[in-house]
């Protein structure tokens, strides 16, 4: 497959859309060992003076694990079509199956790290900064109840985008 790079500037996409509905696979590791998982939370803006993501992953993710272990980690962005291969990815670990394999996706080892072949856009990122959620700092004490019953909040990474990798 072939990609060429964009600068972040000149993209077209609805983060709200892309990440919230559309969905996509926050990849870290390497040749010798990577995992993939699905995301529907996360952001994209300017920080530090930076083009940045933002996503966040609870600590029973086997993916954290190599985020945590690498500099760089991978948002993978698929079509539609992939909507079965991201549900896979998003409801079995890595620590028990093959997401690849079981998934029909292709890891694509580029820059260190490895992202998904079969993605329309690649986001390569460099992590800069991480943080546990804290249940002091909830405003909204009602997310707080809703979304971690178990109290098992989320690690938040804000990470530089260095590249941006568009299908052919």
Request: net charge negative; proline share 3%; hydrophobic share 35%.
């Amino acid at each position: 497959m072939s990609f060429y790079e964009v600068k972040p500037e000149e993209l077209q996409i609805n983060p709200f859309t892309t990440i919230g509905s559309d969905w996509l696979l926050v990849t870290a590791g390497n040749e010798e060992k990577c995992n993939t998982m699905t995301a529907s939370w996360g952001g994209m803006g300017v920080l530090w003076r930076k083009n940045v993501v933002t996503i966040y992953i609870r600590p029973q993710r086997y993916t954290k694990e190599f985020i945590d272990k690498n500099e760089r980690f991978t948002l993978s962005v698929l079509g539609n079509e992939y909507r079965n291969a991201l549900n896979i990815c998003g409801s079995r670990s890595g620590r028990d199956v093959d997401k690849f394999q079981e998934a029909h996706i292709t890891p694509y080892f580029l820059d260190g790290t490895t992202a998904v072949e079969e993605a329309d856009m690649i986001f390569v990122c460099r992590k800069m900064y991480h943080q546990w959620m804290d249940q002091e700092c909830f405003d909204d004490k009602d997310a707080d109840k809703l979304c971690y019953p178990d109290k098992d909040y989320h690690m938040v990474y804000v990470a530089e985008i260095e590249k941006v990798l568009v299908r052919e």
